[in-house]
């Protein structure tokens, strides 16, 4: 499986960019899954609903599943930081995982940029991005980075797969001081 992250700030269109590189490679046959950082507590879950009850009533984890769609829902119990590694475990066998978020990883990233949100960049610092996606011409600190536009997200997924063996996972050793 190939793994590529997309880092940038608040508001600078890693969502959206995300979502639509989903489309893009499933249109050439590919699966692809997603790792989501977030930030606050979060829930997917709804008041009331039999996962919920279970999860109130204690369960550390919750497998709710269908014939469309499996979730899984795990309680720590003390506060917890999954690395992004621990988390592209516990996906099955796909072609792409992209990962939204962990700016400080270390996988390969495309930094997302737009001048509008007044944020720095963080390329000259961060040796694991290996491309910037942005609106903003020019960029504020040079680089020899390839530059892509955010608004051609065809052009942003033929760089991804114009040299895919690049990007194939390597999970890190268990005894890795980054674990």
Same mark, same amino acid.
């Given at each position: 499986m190939k793994v590529i992250g997309f880092c940038g700030y608040s508001g600078s269109g890693k969502t959206t960019l995300v979502e639509q590189?989903?489309?893009?490679? *499933?249109? $050439?046959?590919?699966?692809?899954?997603? =790792?989501?950082? #977030?930030?606050?507590?979060?829930?997917?879950?709804?008041?009331?609903?039999?996962?919920? *009850?279970? $999860?109130?009533?204690?369960?550390?984890? =919750?497998?709710? #599943?269908?014939?469309?769609?499996?979730a899984l829902i795990r309680e720590y119990e003390a506060i917890a930081a999954p690395t992004v590694h621990e988390l592209i475990a516990e996906l099955s066998g796909c072609d792409w995982v992209l990962v939204e978020g962990f700016k400080r990883a270390d996988l390969q990233k495309i930094e997302v940029w737009r001048a509008a949100t007044g944020k720095p960049v963080q390329y000259p610092q961060d040796p694991f991005i290996v491309a910037v996606c942005t609106d903003s011409a020019p960029l504020p600190v040079p680089t020899d980075l390839p530059v892509l536009d955010l608004n051609d997200v065809g052009a942003v997924a033929n760089f991804l797969l114009s040299d895919s063996a690049r990007y194939e996972y390597q999970p890190p050793h268990l005894d890795s001081p980054d674990r």
């Open positions: 590189l989903i489309g893009q490679l *499933r249109g $050439r046959g590919l699966r692809v899954s997603v =790792v989501k950082h #977030a930030h606050h507590a979060f829930d997917i879950d709804h008041a009331g609903k039999d996962s919920w *009850r279970h $999860r109130q009533a204690g369960a550390y984890e =919750v497998v709710v #599943a269908s014939n469309r769609r499996l």
